[in-house]
């Protein structure tokens, strides 16, 4: 009697950015594993005979240690049950799946991947732009601000994150914006790149900033980090579109 | 009396990795403009009144001129209806909305763009892989294999592209990774790295080829160009998963 698991992809927070399939994981699962950013409204998805485990890890703070992750999808699925792992954005993007899979391998138990909407996507849609355009934004890239530390990763490639040609947009980027900002600026990136920060996409607190890359270092320098998650993307796509 | 038209991301292929608000939008449009690869079963959840309109430009094939589909656009809506254009994968990568959305800024015409599941997010779950990792996959970037020519766009950031540290998603590459593979290697990307081949990602058709850069680059060299849409992924992460 083994179970399955399901890394059901969230999307950024809205209920209608769920995929039809994920509402279907979702409606059948006997046990929902959540973080932060996939709880509120979605969580009113899942069957009501679910057991909801919230196993949390918010950067920034105290968080479940992933190898309590790990055990828990193992336990229950050895359970014989049906588990949803449940992702913010696209699992398959910064969602750390890797730990995870290896896991559940270890333990013969099968598992599925179901893609969603990652953030980027829709952070542009709110901002009603495109992330990429012919000729004058052909590369998008994603990274991480933030490794497990809280600071910068290591060994970043500066080259490629300087490119003005591409659309950038740096997940889980707050805190440490300025550090990078300032040496995207020794790589040659001009501090007037267009920039925008999209906090709290597609959920009721939605904000979207629109500025410059030098700008925005300056805002995030001189003010308290904020409480919603935020997305910051830069390139020549940043300053188009409007809050039509 | 002004209609409305709502960019619709139609996801992959599979009906079932549309998001609940493209499914809610299709149901009620009086007008749905769709792409060859946003065809098929998706067009099943159009509202039964609805007129379907395709204005397919798939690569390779003779196709509607831009602006006449922007034209059609601006036509239905300015007919007071609303109008769903449906765009494959993530409407904001690759779909070249700039175009249309200057026209209906022009006629005044209001929009909205609604994300969907990007077609890399869906080949990796379909391959059982992330798309980062921690320490050895953080950056991840999206490219387009064809300009409007067919050709290797100009201008290609190959550094950035040939970083093996990196997870790299090429659209459209299919007819021209045989040149790019050249220009990677040259750059300094070695050969064995990693590489996967995706082709109709979701459907009933789908296949998944694994390999490296250097064994993707002699296949497609030797063969004659395949039917289905495919998209190639490179990096650390491309030899693990498995076909589960």
Redesign the interface.
Known sequence: MTGFVSFV?S??G????????A??RLAVARAVLFDDLSSGPILSLANPEADLVGVGKRAGRASPRQDHVSRLLVDYARQGQHVVRLKSG?????????EE?TALRAAGI?????????SP??A??AA???????LTA???????GA??SGGL?E???I???A?A??TTVVFMGRRTFCDLAGRLAAAGLPADTPALMAEGVSTADQRIWRGTVGGLARKLAAEAPGELPALILYGPLADEGDD?
Chains 1, 2 share one sequence.
């Open positions: 992809s999307g950024p809205d209920p209608e950015l769920l995929t039809v399939r509402v279907k696209d699992a398959g993007l910064f969602g750390r799946l890797e899979i099968g598992f599925e991947i179901i893609p969603g909407v990652p996507c829709a542009a849609a009603n732009i495109p992330l990429t355009r012919r052909r590369r998008v890239q994603f990274l991480t490794d497990v990763p060994a970043l490639n080259d490629a994150l490119d040609q591409a039509e």
